[in-house]
C-alpha cells in the first residue's frame, strides 16, 4: 500500500508539472489526453487525479490562489476599505490576465447572490465546487468587500460575484490584445471610475 501511495504522489506530481506546460501553452484548451500522454500515463490515470478540466485548471492556478489569499488578508489591515478592495482587485486582475486559463479557471456560478454585508464572516457564498477557485477567493476576499459595503465605499448590493465577473470579463476580453496587462488595466480603471467624468 506504501508502494502504491508513493506511485500515485509521483504520477499525481508528473501530471501537474505536464498540465501546467500545457495550460500554458494552450490556456484552458489543454487536453487532458494530451497531458496524460506527454506525462507517460493512462488517460484513467489523468482523470482518477483530476476528473474534469475544471479540477485540473484549478490545480495548475493554486498557488496563485494561495497568493490573492495572502495578499488580502494583507489588505485587510489597511486602513482605508476602497483602497484596499481596489489594491486586491488590481492585483486580481493582473494575475488573470498574467496566465492563460485562469480566468477560465475562475468562472463559477454561486447558489445565491447574498450581497457581502449579509454573509456572516467566513461563510461566504460557495460555488458549485466546494473548494473551487472562486470559492476560496471569495472566502479570502469576503471581509475587504465587507468593509467597503459598511463604509459606504462601494456601491451597495455589490458582491464578490459582481467582481469575479468583472475580473474574468476584463481577462477574457484582454487576452489576445498586443498589450493585454495595459489594456486590462485601462479597463480596470474605467470600470472603477466610469464611463463619465464627475460634475
Given at each position: ?98 496566465a492563460r486559463g ?12 447574498t450581497p457581502a ?81 464627475s460634475p
Amino acid at each position: 500500500m506504501t508502494g502504491q501511495r508513493a506511485d500515485a504522489r509521483r504520477n499525481y506530481s508528473r501530471i501537474l508539472a505536464v498540465a501546467e506546460a500545457e495550460v500554458a501553452r494552450h490556456g484552458a484548451a489543454a487536453s487532458l489526453e494530451q497531458v496524460a500522454r506527454t506525462a507517460g500515463v493512462g488517460s484513467a490515470t489523468v482523470r482518477r487525479h483530476f476528473p474534469t478540466r475544471q479540477a485540473l485548471l484549478e490545480a495548475v492556478f493554486q498557488e496563485r490562489i494561495q497568493a490573492l489569499g495572502r495578499r488580502a488578508e494583507e489588505l485587510s489591515r489597511t486602513e482605508d476599505s476602497r483602497a484596499a478592495l481596489l489594491d486586491w482587485l488590481r492585483d486580481f486582475v493582473e494575475y488573470a490576465v498574467s496566465a492563460r486559463g485562469f480566468a477560465d479557471a475562475l468562472t463559477y456560478e454561486p447558489p445565491t447572490d447574498t450581497p457581502a454585508g449579509d454573509v456572516p464572516a467566513g461563510d461566504a457564498p460557495a460555488g458549485d465546487v466546494p473548494h473551487s477557485c472562486g470559492a476560496v477567493l471569495d472566502s479570502a476576499a469576503a471581509p475587504l468587500l465587507r468593509r467597503a459595503l459598511r463604509d459606504g465605499t462601494v456601491r451597495p448590493g455589490v458582491t464578490f460575484h459582481d467582481l469575479i465577473t468583472l475580473v474574468v470579463g476584463i481577462a477574457l476580453a484582454t487576452e489576445h490584445h498586443a498589450e493585454p496587462s495595459a489594456q486590462a488595466g485601462r479597463l480596470f480603471t474605467l470600470a472603477v471610475e466610469g464611463l463619465s467624468p464627475s460634475p
